[in-house]
């Protein structure tokens, strides 16, 4: 039920915003031809350029992760197959936002049929882009900041003078015992 729920929260989210937009755009009657296009073609092009990159940036981090506390509990709870799919999910958006983006830019010009759909189909990425942009950056920051928050936890910093005193009288009575 827990994954069920989930599931729902990382599809539905980008869907109902992608939807949004797309309803927003329709009601307002916002034609591909629109003054400013090709810069807002372009300003896409370089989010989602930027976001892949991170993404790549942050997989990297996750490997050096993967046997920390965190993942461990993702995995005993079985819901690493979740946070594996949003990440797909996400970075998949991304590179289908971008293609189509740099799609529109060169066809921009040029009125065919399906320009419109094509364009209708870009406004739906971008709101589903964006939302599933957040979600996995607020994952993945999650993991790096959870991490750093379990190291710090147990960190000589935090443990009490009493509970110091025992330790290095344990690592005393430890280095007698080995002479």
Same mark, same amino acid.
């Given at each position: 039920?827990?994954?069920?729920?989930?599931?729902?929260?990382?599809?539905? !989210? *980008?869907?109902?915003?992608?939807?949004? /937009?797309?309803?927003?755009?329709?009601?307002?009657?916002?034609?591909?031809?629109?003054?400013?296009?090709?810069?807002?073609?372009?300003?896409?092009? %370089?989010?989602? &350029?930027?976001?892949?990159?991170?993404?790549?940036?942050?997989?990297?981090?996750?490997?050096?992760?993967?046997?920390?506390?965190?993942?461990? #509990?993702? #995995? +005993?709870? $079985?819901?690493? +197959?979740?946070?594996?799919? @949003?990440?797909? !999910? =996400?970075?998949?958006?991304?590179?289908?936002?971008?293609?189509? &983006?740099?799609?529109?830019?060169?066809?921009?010009?040029? *009125?065919?049929?399906?320009?419109?759909?094509?364009? /209708? !189909?870009?406004?739906?990425?971008?709101?589903? !882009?964006?939302?599933?942009?957040? @979600? &996995?950056? =607020? /994952?993945? /920051? #999650?993991?790096?900041?959870?991490?750093?928050?379990?190291?710090?936890? %147990? =960190?000589?910093?935090?443990?009490? @003078?009493?509970?110091?005193?025992?330790? #290095?009288?344990?690592?005393? &009575? @430890?280095?007698?015992? $080995?002479?």
């Amino acid at each position: 039920m827990k994954k069920l729920i989930s599931c729902i929260a990382y599809i539905g !989210l *980008p869907l109902s915003a992608g939807v949004l /937009l797309l309803i927003g755009c329709l009601y307002f009657k916002v034609k591909m031809n629109f003054e400013g296009m090709s810069d807002v073609l372009n300003s896409i092009i %370089t989010f989602t &350029s930027i976001v892949i990159g991170f993404y790549t940036a942050m997989y990297g981090v996750l490997i050096t992760l993967e046997n920390s506390d965190f993942f461990k #509990r993702l #995995r +005993s709870n $079985k819901a690493d +197959s979740i946070f594996k799919w @949003q990440l797909y !999910l =996400s970075l998949g958006t991304a590179f289908i936002t971008l293609i189509l &983006s740099i799609y529109l830019q060169g066809v921009s010009k040029y *009125p065919f049929k399906l320009r419109h759909f094509f364009f /209708l !189909l870009w406004i739906f990425l971008i709101g589903f !882009l964006f939302m599933t942009s957040f @979600q &996995s950056i =607020s /994952l993945l /920051l #999650r993991v790096v900041f959870n991490h750093t928050q379990i190291r710090n936890e %147990t =960190s000589d910093q935090n443990l009490s @003078q009493n509970e110091k005193m025992k330790l #290095r009288k344990n690592m005393n &009575s @430890q280095k007698d015992i $080995k002479k």
